[in-house]
C-alpha cells in the first residue's frame, strides 16, 4: 500500500484512510525509536508482542435476538477443539390474558423455532436438508428466568420434567412449510407428546384448582409455567450448531385443540409467544484439551472461538518506553494458520475488546468509532483476506485511538483480546503467533511530542 502521508499529526484516525508502509528496522522499541527526532514521524514493524491463547470470559446472553443450540466435537480427529455444546432456556408471554377454552379437547402441544438464515455451524451450506441428523431434547423449568436479570453463558436454571426426548431431525433453514394455507418462514416444529407434555397441554387447556389464575396476567402465567430448556440429547452424535431465532413470530409454542360446542369439532389454537414480555438466555459449555491454553514455549499457534470458547489475548509489554507520543496508525496484522474446513469455516470478522476496570471486556474504541462513523466495520477492519489469489489469509485492524490510550497508561492493561464478533457467533480461527514462521506485525506510525 503506498499513500502520501499529510500531517498525520491532526488526522483524525476514524475519518481518516491513510497507511504507511515504509519501515524502520529499529532493533528494539522503546530503545532506537525514543532517539529519533521530537518533529519527525517515525514508523516501525518491529514492536514487541506476546500472543497467548485463554479461555474466554462468559459474557451476557440473555434476551439477544439470536439463540443458538448444538454440539460438536472433534477430539477423536485432530484432537484440538474439544467438544462445544450450546442450548437456550426461554419463558413465553400471553398475548391476551382472561383466556378460557370451554367445550374444548386437547390436541397437542408444539415448539416452532424459526431459523436464521445464516447457515449452520458444522455444515455444507449447499446441503439442504444436512446430511447428518440431529438430535434435542425439551425440559421443563423448575426455577424462574428473572425479568430484570441480565444473565451470562455460564448459568444454569433448574429443569424438571422432560416434555420431549430424542427429537431427531435434519436440519433445513430453506424449507418452507405451509401451515392452514399459510406459507411459513423455513423452521423447527417439535411436537412435545411424553407424559409430561400431555399433561401440561391437558392444564394449559381446562386449569383446575388453583391453576386457574394462570391466565389472569404474564406474571402468574410465568409464575406457573416457568418456561423450557432446549438442548442437544447426551450422547447423541450432533455436530451442528444451529443459529435460531428469539423474537421471531414463528418462534412460540403452539396450543392445539379442537372446539366441540353445537356438536362440532372445529380445530383451533393459541400461542404464547416469546417477544416482548419474554425472556430468551443461550448457555454454551467446552472440554478443552490442555495443550490449547497451557502455552508453552514451543506453541506457535493461538486459538480464538466463538460461543465464549477461546480468547487471544495480546500483551504489548514495552509500551510504555516510547514515551510522550501520538499514535498516527496503528495497523496489527495477523497470518491465519488453518482456515478450517468447509463444514467448520473460519469467522468472517475478528473483533478486539479491552479490559474494563470491573475486569469486563468491552470493544475497543476503534470499533464503536467506525460504527459511529460510517456504520459499519471499515475503518476498523478484522475481515478475512487473502493475499494476491496465494492461499495465504490474514486478518487485518486498525486500533490508533485504542493503542494510544494504552501507551497513555489509560487502560487496565497494555493488552487486547481477540474474539468472534458477537458470543453467539460459533465460528473459530487457528492464527501465527509470535513464535511462528510469519508471526504478527504491528505497523506503528508516530510522533513525538516536543519537551518544553
Known sequence: MNTTLKSLLYVPFAVGLLFVTSCSKSSELGLSLVEQSQSEIITS????????????????????????????????????????????????????????????????????????????????????????????????LTEDILESELYTSDVSFATGDYLKTGFEFNPNDTLVLTLNGVETVPHIRIKLDDAAALALGQTLLQPQGADTAIYESNSNFKDWFKGVQVRPTPGYNNNTIIRLLSKDPMTKLTLYYSDTSNGGSVQNTFDFLTNEDAEIVSTFAHNHPVALTDNTVSDTIVYVQGLDGLHTKIDFPYVSNLGDIIINKAELVFQVADTGTQEYPEPIIIMTKIRADNDDLGYISDVTTSLNNIGSYFLYGGVFEEINDTKTYLYRINFAEQMQAIVDGNTKESSIYLTTPSALDPERIKLINQLGSKPPVLYLTYTKVPQN
Open 45 to 140: 514493524d518491529t514492536v514487541s508482542m506476546v500472543l497467548t491463547t485463554i479461555e474466554a470470559q462468559a459474557t451476557e446472553t440473555s434476551n439477544r435476538s439470536l439463540m443458538v443450540c448444538g454440539a460438536y466435537s472433534d477430539m477423536m480427529s485432530a484432537a484440538e477443539w474439544g467438544d462445544v455444546e450450546a442450548s437456550f432456556y426461554l419463558n413465553f408471554r400471553l398475548p391476551i390474558t382472561a383466556v378460557t377454552f370451554p367445550n374444548s379437547v386437547f390436541d397437542s402441544l408444539v415448539l416452532t423455532f424459526a431459523y436464521e438464515n445464516f447457515g449452520h455451524y458444522g455444515e455444507l451450506l449447499i446441503n439442504k436438508p444436512t446430511q447428518a441428523t440431529q438430535s434435542w431434547e425439551v425440559l421443563r
